[in-house]
């Protein structure tokens, strides 16, 4: 499971304007609040690129967090009614193009072949 660079763009700009998100469209590192240090951001046509050069095969691609950290208003997320909504509506995101590329994280599930290619 890894941070989506995408999304940050995205967060970017809803929060900061075009200019930040301009900016972290080209960052090669995002912080992380709870190491405190930086990471490199890795998009997922790598991770799945490495993935395959490990000799592993995808099972799943699942997306996290799609749409919550896009609402500007938190109001909703704390009536428990809209936020049951939103829990079913992210779930269901979650495994669905190209949704589940547009969350605040992804997750591969790999495998490692029966056989390993020779």
């Known amino acids: 499971m890894l941070p989506n660079p995408d999304h ?14 301009l900016a972290e469209l ?4 995002a912080p992380t ?7 490199r951001k ?6 799945l690129e490495a993935v395959g050069t490990a000799g592993l095969e995808v099972v799943d691609i699942f997306g996290g967090r ?13 009536d428990p009614g809209s936020y049951a ?3 079913r509506l992210e779930l269901e995101l979650s495994r669905r ?7 605040q994280f992804y997750g591969v599930v790999a495998r490692r072949p029966e056989q390993l290619p020779e």
């Open 8 to 21: 940050r763009v995205l967060t970017s700009f809803l929060r900061e304007g075009p200019a930040a998100a």
């Open 26 to 29: 080209v960052a090669p590192t």
């Open 33 to 39: 609040v709870t190491f405190g240090t930086r990471m």
């Open 42 to 47: 890795i998009p997922l046509p790598e991770l």
């Open 66 to 78: 799609i749409l919550g950290d896009l609402m500007l208003d938190n109001g909703p997320k704390s």
């Open 85 to 87: 909504d939103w829990e």
């Open 97 to 103: 193009e190209p949704y589940r590329r547009l969350g």
